[in-house]
């Protein structure tokens, strides 16, 4: 690694990590501040299919030795990490602001998911528990066991850079697995750091291993097709679910159990008898948080007809208020730009969605510029890619009612009562997470009861997790896997079943076991008249 000083901090000159050592082969790109592109955050190579089979070889022979590694132990790498992680938590976060754009409020949660998630799994470290099952046979005894799957590839999205990988790479090596991580291109430093923070929490060389690059046609694809090579035995993916799909077919075809967080379109329902004010905050941030560049944002607000245009004035008149722009020199904003080029040319397009639709736009611009400014910017609008926080008025059936639109827009849907509004909030192909706004506590349990999705809060946002909790979704959101709290053990162990034979014979259950037969039964309705 080298520094070269920016005007914001340094640059870093970062090589992939494999078995601890920094290799630098591969094309060199750079990553640059979102908010401010005359910013350099890294220089870093594009991983060819070699050098990640030479990561994959790597990761198999530190499996040897790690897996054997008490767990006890392994957890306790972990909190050592929680404790470098606390004591970095403020350089981590500017990095952060800078590398992708987020605010800090919002970066310190980032890294502090990440705190949180090694705190929780360094105790698990001694409760990876099996069970003694009692066998039908005499002198036998039976038990089960967790064990480790081997070498797991892992992508991971740039809009959470720390806590996301956290919750794939904590539990995978607490379990006694190995990594391939190839990281989004749109955060390279900030992973490169956080593997090396591993490394000096005592994480041996080559548990985890780091190759940056691209996705399609790039090093994203070719860590997909090592599962066709046999050196990858698990997966595990946070992003698009059409790329989810693809990487849930060839796992399905090598016999491997994918973890896939992906897309959503998240509803949150307002009812009329919910606190307006209460809902309009937890529906504002759920929108506009992180510019809507979350998989739980909130994608249709859903309102009962009641409270509907009270409701509406009171939303537009919230995101009216909200304030955009660079993060970094203005830590007051709402939130920054976008994250990349490809999301902001995606964002842009749903504009000609809703014209084509009939939709109704009810405030919004597209990008913010010099010549198309928005009231409440902080900064050079011309140094990055800004969009204006943007409401629709929308109705099922409609393309951005139904898809994700990964960006600062929200859709205002008018629906005549709960029934409605539960046929609404089901009516796309996502079930990742979903919020109510109610008092009635008979309506929020038929509402938790009814939403097809993994997630649901009861007045309380789309966004946010905490890392005792199961993350994941359902249909176009995932494929029932979950992440955080000891679900996600699940996903980086299988259970091994032992039988123990103290006879000294062969004894065959089913065959040899020792029934009890019944007694011939007793004339009861004789014996009582």
């Keep these: ?52 089979r030479k990561a994959a070889r790597v990761a198999q022979e530190a499996f040897r030795a790690w897996s054997r590694t008490p767990a006890p132990v392994r957890g306790a790498v972990l909190m050592n990490l929680a404790q470098i992680l606390t004591r970095e938590k403020e350089a981590l976060v500017r990095l952060m602001v800078r590398e992708v754009g987020k605010t800090f409020k919002e970066a310190g949660g980032d890294v502090q998911e990440a705190i949180d998630t090694a705190v929780f799994f360094a105790s698990e470290g ?55 991580w190839k990281p989004s291109e749109d955060s390279p430093a900030l992973s490169y750091v956080f593997v090396r923070l591993f490394e000096e929490a005592g994480l041996p060389p080559g548990v985890i291993n780091v190759v940056f ?84 944002s909130a994608g249709n607000i859903i309102v009962e007809a009641p409270i509907y245009d009270e409701f509406k004035r009171r939303f537009l008149e919230k995101t009216e208020s909200t304030v955009v722009g ?34 109704q736009l009810l405030f919004g611009k597209a990008r913010i510029t010099a010549k198309n400014p928005y009231p409440h910017f902080q900064g050079d609008p011309e140094a990055g890619l800004f969009g204006w926080p943007t409401v629709w008025e929308a109705r099922p059936g409609m393309r951005q009612f139904e898809q ?40 929020a349990y038929r509402f938790k009861n009814e939403i097809r999705a993994g997630m649901t809060s009861v007045n309380n946002s789309t966004v946010g997790a905490e890392a005792h909790l199961p993350f994941g979704g359902i249909r176009g959101s995932g494929n029932g896997a979950r992440e955080s709290g000891i679900w996600v053990i699940e996903e980086y162990t299988y259970w091994q079943a032992v039988n123990e034979e103290y006879s000294g014979r062969l004894q065959l259950a089913q065959m040899d076991t020792g029934y009890t037969q019944p007694r011939p039964p007793t004339d009861w309705a004789g014996l009582l008249g």
Excluded at 257 to 279: Q, Y
Excluded at 426 to 438: C, E, I, M, R, W
């Design 126 to 180: 001694r409760r990876l528990y099996g069970q003694t099952v009692p066998s039908e046979m005499r002198d036998k005894e039976l038990f089960t066991f967790r064990r480790p799957l081997g070498v797991v590839g892992m992508i991971t999205a740039g809009n959470f850079p720390i806590a996301v990988p956290s919750w794939k790479l904590i539990p995978a090596v607490l379990t006694g697995n190995t990594v391939v």
């Design 326 to 359: 660079n993060p970094f020199t203005h830590p007051q904003v709402t939130y920054g730009p976008f994250i990349n080029q490809r999301l902001f040319e995606r964002w842009l397009e749903h504009y000609t969605w809703g014209q084509q639709d009939g939709a």
């Design 213 to 296: 690059g691209g996705g399609k046609d790039s090093t994203g694809q070719w860590l997909v097709e090592l599962m066709d090579e046999g050196l990858l035995n698990k997966f595990a993916f946070t992003g698009s679910t059409a790329v989810g799909r693809w990487i849930g077919e060839v796992a399905g075809r090598n016999l491997l159990r994918p973890t896939l967080e992906l897309g959503g379109k998240n509803p949150l329902v307002v009812l009329r008898d919910a606190d307006l004010e209460l809902a309009v905050e937890g529906a504002w941030w759920s929108a506009f948080a992180t510019g809507g560049q979350r998989c739980t």
């Design 404 to 443: 994700e639109i990964f960006g600062p827009t929200v859709n205002l849907v008018r629906v005549e009562d709960l029934d409605e509004a539960i046929e609404a909030a089901n009516a796309h192909s996502y079930g990742l997470s979903s919020a109510v706004y109610t008092n009635r506590r008979d309506w």
């Design 1 to 52: 690694m080298q520094l070269h000083r920016s005007r914001y901090g340094s640059a870093l000159e970062i090589g992939h990590l494999i078995g601890g050592e920094e290799v630098f082969e591969g094309e060199v790109q750079e990553r640059r501040n979102p908010a401010d592109r005359e910013d350099l955050v890294a220089r870093f190579p594009v991983g060819s299919k070699e050098v990640l």
